[in-house]
């Protein structure tokens, strides 16, 4: 009798677990709104140090929406992201904040919250990445975007990114 | 001969009349001087020191000759007494900084400890000189308050003037704010802010004088640095509007120069003009 019930639970927790799961990989999968693909070249230069990213939304009118991603730990250096610094400096930044990374192909999602979990409206708007690299060089690329609609975005490389691959999603589209 | 005589005389009145007509429309008539900090924007957690560097110099921005502390100033000496002041981003003013006279430039290191904007400026001591006509027509220039400056015989047009040069800069730490302003002598304000200025972008400030704005139009002049590596100053002229507004659009990325004066009765015993001057250093970073 009491391994009855012991297994009714399992299968009760299987059951939920299972559905859970489904649940919340559907839910995360209708969030993204944004995903852009960020290629670091592996490039031949001695000392090579890892670059400074940012990604962030602009209006039309060029005013700062949210930081979308950040990779620079060290509060330090956030200045020499000159065009992100100008709009963002004074921003919360920590969830959005990261390490710097390897050279390589990267996935960044985005939900389509700001800082504060407030959820930004549909419409467009200016996707705008900046990298720089110590020692190297700093590239600035600035893409009009429509949020809440199914496209796709490509920006040519230059000298601190390979090609950018942005796509923007219809909301609560399953895919 | 009378006729040739006659035309001679207008020549010379003609000649007259456009030097006049150039003394008035060139408004800036002494050395460049500058104050210079290593950097605009920072950010950080650990409190920052800058280094500010301050000369007088026409060359932008290699120095020429440099500014000595007005307390540690001799009297007579030939040196250029300054007082190194900052306004801090919550209007705390710190006055007398230390800075060293290194014969061609002085070098201050000064430490930023609150977040925001901080304006730095080198009051320099009222320089009295007085300008005067020669007999030939001629302008002279002596050093010294009028009745104490040595003056040839029989000059006329004699122009006491107090020279009062405010040189300033601007530098934010972790965020812009708007910065404080000393209101005294001439200022710019900066229309979005003087730590934000990028190439391909425009720029609107506003003359002021004393905390005020400027009340007529008057004349800047733009420089960008690295005057050295090109052949032409490129100097930008630019009028104001009635209210001291006026807009740059920065062409190059780069250290720049804004220069004006402006002329005002004085209301010192026995000087007749303060002839302000600002020399504000201002950095255009590229897009």
């Given at each position: 009798m009491k391994k009855f019930i012991y297994y009714k639970f399992k299968i009760v927790f299987v059951l939920l677990s299972c559905f859970y799961s489904v649940f919340s990989s559907a839910t995360t999968q209708e969030a993204i709104k944004l995903n852009i693909e960020i290629n670091l070249p592996d490039l031949a230069v001695t000392p090579y140090h890892r670059p400074y990213v940012a990604v962030w939304l602009e209006t039309l009118q060029r005013e700062h929406v949210t930081?979308?991603?950040?990779?620079?730990?060290?509060?330090?250096?956030?200045?020499?992201l000159r065009q992100w610094w100008r709009k963002a400096g004074d921003e919360k930044i920590d969830g959005v904040t990261g390490a710097t990374r390897r050279p390589g192909k990267y996935q960044i999602k985005w939900m389509g919250f700001d800082e504060k979990q407030r959820v930004i409206e549909d419409g467009e708007y200016y996707l705008n990445i900046e990298v720089v690299r110590e020692e190297g060089g700093r590239n600035y690329f600035r893409q009009k975007i429509s949020l809440g609609q199914r496209q796709q975005y490509e920006l040519k490389s230059k000298t601190e990114l390979h090609t950018i691959k942005i796509n923007s999603y219809v909301k609560n589209n399953k895919e | 001969m009378f006729i040739n005589y006659r035309y001679k005389q207008y020549k010379i009145l003609a000649a007259a009349i456009v030097s006049l007509l150039l003394m008035n429309s060139a408004t800036v008539h002494a050395h460049a001087r500058w104050i210079i900090a290593s950097h605009s924007n920072l950010s950080g957690k650990i409190p920052h020191t800058i280094n500010v560097d301050m000369s007088i110099s026409n060359e932008l921005f290699q120095p020429h000759y440099g500014f000595v502390m007005r307390d540690k100033a001799k009297k007579n000496s030939r040196v250029t007494p300054a007082q190194l002041q900052m306004l801090n981003p919550d209007a705390s003013m710190e006055t007398n900084l230390e800075f060293n006279f290194l014969t061609l430039k002085s070098v201050a290191a000064v430490e930023l400890k609150q977040s925001g904007t901080f304006h730095l400026s080198l009051q320099q001591d009222p320089v009295y000189f007085v300008n005067y006509q020669k007999p030939d027509n001629s302008k002279g220039r002596a050093f010294g308050k009028k009745g104490q400056a040595k003056l040839p015989d029989n000059v006329s047009d004699v122009v006491g003037i107090r020279y009062l040069p405010t040189l300033d800069t601007f530098v934010s730490r972790n965020k812009m704010t708007k910065p404080v302003s000393f209101s005294i002598g001439l200022e710019l304000l900066a229309e979005s802010h003087p730590n934000d200025l990028f190439v391909g972008e425009s720029a609107r400030f506003q003359l002021q004088l004393n905390g005020k704005p400027v009340d007529k139009a008057v004349s800047i002049d733009v420089v960008e640095g690295n005057t050295r590596y090109r052949n032409e100053r490129k100097t930008q002229k630019i009028t104001t509007d009635k209210n001291g507004w006026f807009e740059i659009k920065w062409q190059v990325a780069g250290m720049y120069l804004i220069e004006t004066e402006f002329d005002m009765p004085s209301k010192e015993v026995g000087i007749d003009i303060d002839k302000y001057s600002l020399f504000t250093t201002l950095e255009v970073n590229p897009i």
């Open positions: 930081t979308i991603s950040l990779w620079a730990d060290d509060l330090e250096w956030h200045k020499d | -």
